[in-house]
């Protein structure tokens, strides 16, 4: 079996896939792409942390993914060749509130 790793990822509120993809991530479907993954520079993203996974932001939806087939780690996240959105959350509120806080 393959490995899996469960991660974090944002995306824009219009639940699409930046950098002129723009498939419609939903929940509980698998996104797919080509080739080998490269950190940066192509595949299906996703961190460990929470945190880092604000670093790369397009947008404030959260989103519970599920990293599989070719993966490639780095050191505050991962790009695999599938990305399975378990579920997503707008939010834009509680992104406020920890701005404030910070």
Known sequence: MS??????HFCAEDK????????????GET???EGTPELCESGLHASD???DALKYAPGPVICRVELSGS??????KAVATHRKTLWMFDATNALRDFAATV
């Open 3 to 8: 490995e899996t790793i469960l991660g974090w």
């Open 71 to 76: 993966i490639v780690r780095g050191d505050d």
């Open 49 to 51: 942390r929470l945190i």
């Open 31 to 33: 996104l797919r792409v």
């Open 16 to 27: 699409r896939l930046g950098y002129g993809d723009g498939r419609e991530i939903v929940e």
